[in-house]
Antibody
Framework: EVQLLESGGGLVEPGGSLRLSCAASGFTFSSYAMSWVRQAPGKGLEWVSGISAGGGTIYYADSVKGRFTISRDNSKNTLFLQMNSLRAEDTAVYYC???????????????WGQGTLVTVSS | EIVLTQSPGTLSLSPGERATLSCRASQSVSSSYLGWYQQKPGQAPRLLIFGASSRATGIPDRFSGGGSGTDFTLTISRLEPEDFAVYFCQQYGSSSLTFGGGTKVEI
C-alpha cells in the first residue's frame, strides 16, 4: 500500500524558515517524480514544486522561486521542502504528491499525503 | 502560465441527478495533460480522471471526462451521496502545472 506521510509543519514568524519532509513507502520511490502542492485555508490547490525521480530536474512555481528548495533522498525514501523567507501568504496545508507514471516530472498525481499545516504569523 | 477557470462555482443538485462541471483554459491544453480531482472536507485530493477522459484506478464509471483544446467537462451521470465534494481540474506542461479554482457540488 502506497503511503506518503508529511511532517515538519508548524507556526513560524514571517521571514522564518521551515523544512518539510515526506516519508514514502509502498512503491519504488526512486522511480517516480514527486511534487509539493499546497492549499491555503478554504482555498484551492496550488502546485509549489516538482522534482524528477533522480533529483536532477526541478521546477518551481513563480510564487516560491528563490525562497523554497525541493530535494529528495532516495536512499531514505524521503522528499523534502526547505522553505525560507516565509510570508503570511505561504500559510497553507502542504501535501506531497506522487506522479502517476514513470515519465516526466510534472503530470497527474495518483497518491497524496494527508498534508501538514504551515502557519506563518507573528 | 495557463489559467484554468471552473464553472459554476457551486452546483446544487440532488442524489440521482446528473452533474456537469466545466473547466476552461486560457490557452489550448493537450488532452493528455488534463485531469480532474475530487476533494472531500479534511481529506487530500483524489485523482478521478487523467488524460481528459481516462478514469483512474477504482473510479466508478458514473464519472466521465471529455473535451479538448480549451474546454473540458467532468460529468457525474447519477450523483451518489458520497459524490458531494469539491472538484478541481488540473493541467500540466513541460515546466509548470496549474489547478482550476474548483467547483463545489452540494446537496
Amino acid at each position: 500500500e502506497v503511503q506518503l506521510l508529511e511532517s515538519g509543519g508548524g507556526l513560524v514568524e514571517p521571514g522564518g524558515s521551515l523544512r518539510l519532509s515526506c516519508a514514502a513507502s509502498g512503491f519504488t520511490f526512486s522511480s517516480y517524480a514527486m511534487s509539493w502542492v499546497r492549499q491555503a485555508p478554504g482555498k484551492g490547490l496550488e502546485w509549489v514544486s516538482g522534482i524528477s525521480a533522480g533529483g536532477g530536474t526541478i521546477y518551481y512555481a513563480d510564487s516560491v522561486k528563490g525562497r523554497f528548495t525541493i530535494s529528495r533522498d532516495n536512499s531514505k525514501n524521503t522528499l523534502f521542502l526547505q522553505m525560507n523567507s516565509l510570508r503570511a501568504e505561504d500559510t497553507a496545508v502542504y501535501y506531497c504528491a506522487k506522479r502517476d507514471i514513470v515519465l516526466m516530472v510534472l503530470g497527474h498525481f495518483d497518491y497524496w499525503g494527508q498534508g501538514t499545516l504551515v502557519t506563518v504569523s507573528s | 502560465e495557463i489559467v484554468l477557470t471552473q464553472s459554476p462555482g457551486t452546483l446544487s443538485l440532488s442524489p440521482g441527478e446528473r452533474a456537469t462541471l466545466s473547466c476552461r483554459a486560457s490557452q489550448s491544453v493537450s488532452s493528455s495533460y488534463l485531469g480532474w480531482y475530487q476533494q472531500k472536507p479534511g481529506q487530500a485530493p483524489r485523482l478521478l480522471i487523467f488524460g481528459a477522459s481516462s478514469r483512474a484506478t477504482g473510479i466508478p464509471d458514473r464519472f466521465s471526462g471529455g473535451g479538448s483544446g480549451t474546454d473540458f467537462t467532468l460529468t457525474i451521470s447519477r450523483l451518489e451521496p458520497e459524490d458531494f465534494a469539491v472538484y478541481f481540474c488540473q493541467q500540466y506542461g513541460s515546466s509548470s502545472l496549474t489547478f482550476g479554482g474548483g467547483t463545489k457540488v452540494e446537496i
